[in-house]
């Protein structure tokens, strides 16, 4: 099982650019696979939508909280390492034009020699949509469309496509992405409409913060309608994300479980402090088995 990291870099002091740099270099040398960004938009003193993740729905932040942009933390990181992979923990792709997102992911892809995993959701936030404009009605079909969208112009010399909600013919779109045929699109999500996405039209699935009996079930709905979609598990990734604050002692048991289900990788979700940054990720690297070009 490889294993990633994903930290918020929110342009506070001391967690700018060079935050995202410092951590992205330790998790390479240290002997991680991945580095991830978060995504957010804007966020609100108070929200009447529900957060998945929690037990109560709320979505614990701080006051003021913010996220740079993600697919710029990752050209930070890029520059400064050369073999993790790159990836978005995940993007709301609802809320971004596809065509021109699409430009954004293939100059990534470019800037860090085909190092990007494109990790897309449709979120939880309401009041977020409402911000930005978009529909929160039939968010669903706007994802699974914006997918293929993307994917059309990463791989046709001329595309076309013609949707609900996107059209366009004949559009010269170069370069290509780097990653043959495009990079892949991993979907976040532990709803049944979220794993039917991925089955349908992701390179992988990324679920979030589940027990290794909800990840069962999850993988069985998985295998389904991958099945379903005329697909199985070969050349699929399975990805698993989950916060973690506690004492690493308590990993390894969760990590046999997961691993023994299917998981390709593990990411981890760290409050990473802005000093000492490279001595936190040493406890969990010494934790981990990690790969062995690890500098330590």
Same mark, same amino acid.
């Given at each position: ?33 991945s ?30 909280q ?10 930070a ?10 990836g ?43 911000a ?11 994802a ?65 913060? /589940? ?5 069962? +079930?999850? *993988? $069985? ?5 991958? %099945? =379903?979609? @005329?697909? &199985? ?8 994300? /989950? ?5 690493? +002692?308590? *990993? $390894? ?5 997961? %691993? =023994?289900? @299917?998981? &390709? ?32």
């Amino acid at each position: 099982m490889r294993y990633g990291v994903v930290q918020i870099v929110d342009g506070e002091p001391g967690r700018g650019i060079e935050f995202a740099q410092s951590t992205a270099v330790a998790v390479e040398e240290l002997g991680f696979d991945s580095y991830w960004a978060p995504d957010h938009v804007v966020f609100f003193d108070e929200f009447e939508s529900e957060y998945p993740h929690s037990d109560d729905g709320t979505f614990g932040f701080k006051q003021d909280q913010g996220l740079l942009e993600p697919l710029m933390v990752l050209q930070a990181a890029a520059a400064v390492t050369s073999r993790i992979r790159l990836g978005t923990s995940v993007e709301v792709i609802t809320e971004r034009h596809p065509v021109e997102r699409a430009k954004h992911v293939t100059t990534l892809d470019h800037f860090s020699g085909g190092r990007v995993d494109y990790g897309v959701g449709i979120g939880w936030n309401r009041e977020e949509y409402a911000a930005v404009g978009v529909p929160w009605e039939r968010r669903g079909a706007r994802a699974d469309e914006y997918i293929q969208v993307m994917k059309a112009l990463w791989t046709q010399h001329r595309a076309t496509f013609e949707g609900e909600f996107v059209s366009f013919r004949d559009v010269v779109a170069f370069p290509k992405p780097v990653q043959d045929p495009h990079p892949p699109v991993l979907v976040g999500g532990i709803s049944k409409g979220a794993i039917r996405r991925a089955a349908r039209f992701g390179e992988g699935w990324y679920g979030w913060k /589940m027990t290794p009996d909800e990840l069962r +079930d999850g *993988l $069985a709905l998985l295998d389904s309608e991958l %099945e =379903a979609a @005329g697909r &199985d598990r070969d050349d699929f990734r399975i990805v698993l994300g /989950m916060p973690h604050w506690g004492d690493t +002692d308590d *990993l $390894a048991p969760y990590l046999e479980q997961v %691993e =023994a289900l @299917g998981v &390709d990788e593990f990411v981890l979700g760290l409050s990473i402090p802005r000093r000492d940054t490279r001595q936190f990720l040493e406890k969990y690297a010494a934790a981990l088995p990690l790969g062995s070009d690890a500098a330590v």
